[in-house]
Structure formats: structure tokens, C-alpha cells
């Protein structure tokens, strides 16, 4: 069996879907609207300042494909791709990241899942009394719809002083728990999380993640690495499944063991940021020679896009640029890499939520043709051109690009 590898860049979007105003999102561009404020100066900071420097994403083709997306110019370097370079828009009804991974493996998610309402008090009140009486705690803290970060700014103090763990959720399909990881303790944390996923199944909810954080009101309070998602598991086989059919492995770098419940899923290796993922990847590169090599780069996502940080995001992509050559360098003649989306979740956007746009396909490899791959219509295109790839059974959703 050949090699893949999949680098999923957390919410990077190229631009709103033609389905985006159902979502509210008609407008957004995450890609775009960072090279935008980066071109006027609005994107500076101390570590960072100008326009976007991101010479190797845009030789590989991401620039084209943003351009192709949003069917309009931007104010960034045209270069001419090496890559195959496109865009896709999804077919799953949400805009979450389950749905997301698995349709890019595959498997589109056409039914909705459930959401809370966007009230206070937003959960159920027989979902906390059971929370609290299964989860064997005192009570909860927030019950609203809130930014991560945020929360643990605004009742980590109570948090610890109470013990009562902070639930909150956004308009994706999730129930977090945010808890300190010692005065409260990561694992029982996980076996709360544990408990609520129990009881948040019947209202299919796709998540429940655990969101430890450590610190203090005087020097403030940091979330940590020792995330945990919990997810449903995929309703069907997926790009992972029919690899390992094939007796080939596949390797969950960061967070995608949890997006698909470890289904399809040899073993994981996590870090604690985008830097240290790549180093995971170059490390799994060096030993893992077929199979699949799955990673998704979460800071993008969570440091910057939900919390509307567009110095933050774009410095993220000048240092993750800046690591594509040491990944090239370890590129055997017949791999096939493929840098690609999610969803959107547009740092200048409204808001702290996700954004329904099209996400980026980009293949690069040493043995394949830089080429315009245009409009994908479905994420699960880039899966099946990887099933190709590999020579393993074709999946039964999407079109395989044809790249040679």
C-alpha cells in the first residue's frame, strides 16, 4: 500500500457556500478576509506585521484555490502552483467538525443534529439533574452558549471556590465541561464527561468535550492539551474503515482519533499545539512508510478563529508555512498529501461560531500534475481520490481527482 497524508488546517475556509445564508454566513471567508486585513495593516502585532507571508502554501496552491473560490482576486503573491489545487463545498447539513471529517472520509452527515437553544439556561433542566445526581456533583455553573476562553474568565473563580463544573455549548452540536485540572482533577472530569455523553445521546448531540484548564484569577486561567472529545460514532464505514480492511494503518495525529470515536483508527499521538503536531507528523513520517497519516492542526480553530484573533491566525499560518519544507523533505516519490478544511470559522466574522464556506483541496505530491481541479461538490471527493491512491476499495461517496 502507498502513503497518505491528510492535513486538516482547522477552520480554514475559502470563502461562504452557496447555502451560507441559511446559516447566517453569507460573506464570510476566513482565508480571505485574513490576507484582506493583512494587506491594509490591520493584522499586526508584535510577533507579526504586513501582508501574509505564506510562500510554500501558496506554491503548493492554496492561493489559487482561494481565488477560484471566492471568484475574485486577493492582495496576496500569485505563484505558480506545483500542486493540484481546488475547492469543495460540503453536503452534510451542519457545519460542525464531525460532519466535516467524515464526509472528507467519505461519509456526508445529511440529517441534522441537536443543538441547544441560545437562551440562558439553554439545557434541558432534567439533562443537569441528572448530570448532577449521576455525575455525582453539587451543581453546574454558566448553562448558556459561550467562548471557551471566555467561560473559565468569567466563572473560574466560582469554579473553584464551588466545585460546580462549567457546562456550556455553541451552535455547533456539543456539551462542554470546562473544569480545573486540580482543583477539581482531570479524571474526574473525563468520567463526568463520560456521564454526560450517556445522557446527551437521546438528544443527539454529537459531542461532549472535557476542557481542562489550570491557573488563577491573578495570573489567569489557561486551558491545557488534556482536551477530550467524545464523539458518536460514524453511522458508516469511512475512508479509515476500508484502509484498515486493506490491512493498512492509520495514524491520528492530534484530535481525529476523538472526531471519529476511534473507529478506523491504528493509534494516536497528540501534542500540546500546531508546532507540535507537525513534529508528531515528521516523526510518524519518518516510521510510517503506507497507510493513512491523519492529522488536524486545532489551533487554528480554537485560538483563533472561535476567538476572533486575526494577527493570532495569520502569524499560525506564517510558522506552519514555514514547516512545509522540512515535510517535503520527507516526501517519498508516491506519496500523496492533501491540505484541506473542515469548515469555516472567519476570525473577522460576528460572533465566535463556525462559518459555512467552501474548504480548500489541495494534492501535493512528487509524481502528481499541478493542475486546476476547480469546483469540488462534495467533500468526500478528496477521500475518494485518496481510496484511489491507495488502491483500496472505493468508497461510496464522491469522485476521485484525477491527478497524474
Not at 138 to 154: C, D, M, R, W, Y
Not at 179 to 199: I, M, N, P, Q, S
Not at 247 to 262: A, L, R
Not at 376 to 399: C, E, V, W, Y
Amino acid at each position: 500500500m502507498k502513503r497518505a497524508i491528510i492535513l486538516v488546517l482547522d477552520s480554514l475556509g475559502l470563502g461562504s457556500s452557496d447555502d451560507s445564508h441559511l446559516y447566517g454566513d453569507e460573506g464570510s471567508d476566513t482565508f480571505g478576509h485574513i490576507i484582506e486585513e493583512c494587506a491594509l495593516g490591520k493584522a499586526n502585532s508584535r510577533e507579526r506585521s504586513g501582508s501574509l507571508r505564506i510562500p510554500n502554501l501558496l506554491r503548493w496552491g492554496l492561493g489559487e484555490a482561494a481565488i477560484e473560490s471566492r471568484g475574485a482576486s486577493l492582495p496576496i503573491d500569485r505563484i505558480k502552483p506545483e500542486g493540484a489545487y481546488g475547492f469543495a463545498k460540503e453536503i452534510s447539513a451542519g457545519k460542525d467538525t464531525p460532519s466535516g471529517h467524515w464526509e472528507i472520509c467519505g461519509l456526508p452527515v445529511p440529517f441534522e443534529w441537536g443543538t441547544f437553544p441560545k437562551v440562558e439556561n439553554c439545557f434541558p433542566k432534567s439533562l443537569i439533574d441528572e448530570l448532577i445526581i449521576e455525575g455525582n456533583i453539587l451543581g453546574t455553573l454558566a448553562n448558556k452558549h459561550a467562548s471557551g476562553t471566555q467561560v473559565i474568565e468569567e466563572y473560574g473563580d466560582q469554579h473553584i471556590q464551588s466545585g460546580f463544573p462549567i457546562c456550556y455549548t455553541s451552535a455547533d452540536s456539543v456539551f462542554q465541561i470546562a473544569a480545573h485540572e486540580e482543583h477539581f482533577g482531570l479524571d474526574r472530569l473525563y468520567e463526568l464527561c463520560t456521564v454526560a455523553k450517556r445522557l446527551v445521546d437521546p438528544l443527539n448531540i454529537t459531542r461532549v468535550i472535557a476542557r481542562p484548564f489550570v491557573g488563577n484569577s491573578k495570573d489567569g486561567f489557561t486551558r491545557t492539551s488534556n482536551r477530550k472529545d467524545l464523539t458518536t460514532p460514524p453511522n458508516d464505514l469511512t475512508l479509515l474503515d476500508r484502509i484498515q480492511e486493506s490491512n493498512g494503518q492509520v495514524i491520528s495525529v492530534g484530535k481525529i482519533g476523538d472526531i471519529f470515536s476511534n473507529q478506523g483508527v491504528s493509534y494516536t499521538v497528540k501534542a500540546s499545539n500546531n508546532m507540535g503536531l507537525v513534529d508528531q507528523l515528521i516523526n510518524e513520517m519518518d516510521k510510517v512508510k503506507d497507510g493513512l497519516i491523519f492529522v488536524n492542526l486545532v489551533d487554528f480553530d480554537t485560538n483563533f478563529g472561535h476567538r476572533r484573533d486575526v494577527p493570532g491566525y495569520a502569524q499560525a499560518l506564517e510558522e506552519f508555512d514555514k514547516r512545509i519544507p522540512e515535510i517535503e523533505s520527507k516526501l517519498l516519490h508516491d506519496d500523496l498529501i492533501l491540505i484541506t478544511a473542515d469548515h469555516g470559522c472567519d476570525p473577522t466574522w460576528p460572533g465566535s461560531d463556525h462559518t459555512r464556506e467552501h474548504v480548500p483541496v489541495v494534492f501535493y505530491g512528487k509524481s502528481i500534475k499541478a493542475q486546476n481541479l476547480g469546483k469540488r461538490d462534495t467533500f468526500a471527493d478528496m477521500g475518494q481520490t485518496i481510496a484511489t491512491h491507495l488502491q483500496i476499495s472505493p468508497l461510496r461517496n464522491g469522485k476521485a481527482c484525477e491527478l497524474i
